[in-house]
Nanobody, 116 residues
Framework: VQPVESGGGLVQAGGSLRVSCRVSGIITSVFNSKIMGWWRQAPGKQRELVATSTRLSETKYADSVKGRFTIFRDNANKKLHLQMNSLKPEDTAVYYC????????WGQGTQVTVSS
């Protein structure tokens, strides 16, 4: 099982980015059974879970991103997306997708850098 993340980049504070991931090596029904999430790891910090979604699009967010980030999933294609608006320098991190428990293999992640 391999998530492949994409879509990161450099953006100014206040800007927007969308990161995406596709999970390969897993059948659709298993993907749909999992609560999927976006994690991030900033330099020198532990990896943290910032948003999750069930297959029915029931979502939860960390307080630090609530109201700014939106997670959504494409169950048929085993994809997960994170729309990030009103970005702040403290959102700078490598972003990863995985289940909410981190049970899948970790992909390479995608770097998001927000300049002030």
């Amino acid at each position: 099982v391999q998530p492949v993340e994409s879509g990161g980049g450099l953006v100014q504070a206040g800007g927007s980015l969308r990161v995406s991931c596709r999970v390969s090596g897993i059948i659709t029904s298993v993907f749909n059974s999992k609560i999927m999430g976006w994690w991030r790891q900033a330099p020198g910090k532990q990896r943290e879970l910032v948003a999750t979604s069930t297959r029915l699009s029931e979502t939860k967010y960390a307080d630090s991103v609530k109201g700014r980030f939106t997670i959504f999933r494409d169950n048929a294609n085993k994809k997960l997306h994170l729309q990030m608006n009103s970005l702040k320098p403290e959102d700078t991190a490598v972003y990863y997708c995985n289940s909410d428990t981190g049970e899948l293999s970790w992909g390479q992640g995608t770097q998001v850098t927000v300049s002030s």
